[in-house]
């Protein structure tokens, strides 16, 4: 069992960045997919944003954060990171760290469901 804690969360104004921090624990850290996702406020599902395979540390991202999110990892840490720029109002919402312990592939922006191990999350506010 792996034990994720996200960290780094805050407010913001729009335009501005935060770093998002996701320290990993316990049996093993994935060598699969591992990822971001958001829960925008008054939404009960959880949007991928930014993952990456463990493997290789092959990252997607989804079309509203290229550009301008970097998801990364650091396994001498384990730790996965979420750097985040330009941020926009819509960028509002509590953020998720995820790993698999499943081989699915290459390819990481899976849904929610695809995700066994989740952390607590960290609230990332930005007004406008």
């Known amino acids: 069992q792996v034990q994720l804690v996200e960290s780094g969360g805050g407010s913001v104004q729009a335009g501005g960045s935060l770093r998002l921090s996701c320290s990993a624990s316990?049996?093993?850290?994935?060598?699969?997919?591992m990822g971001w996702f958001r829960q925008a406020p008054g939404k009960k599902e959880r949007e991928g944003v930014a993952a990456l395979y463990g493997g290789n540390g092959r990252p997607d991202y989804a079309d509203s954060v290229k550009g301008r999110f970097t998801i990364s990892q650091d396994n001498a840490k384990n730790t996965l990171y979420l750097e985040m720029n330009s941020l926009k109002p819509e960028d509002t919402g509590m953020y998720y760290c995820?790993?698999?312990?499943?081989?699915?592939?290459?390819?990481?922006?899976?849904?929610?469901?695809?995700?066994?191990?989740w952390g607590q999350g960290t609230q990332v506010t930005v007004s406008s």
């Open positions: 316990g049996n093993s850290y994935s060598k699969f997919c």
């Open positions: 995820a790993t698999d312990d499943v081989w699915r592939g290459y390819y990481c922006l899976l849904p929610s469901y695809d995700y066994h191990n």
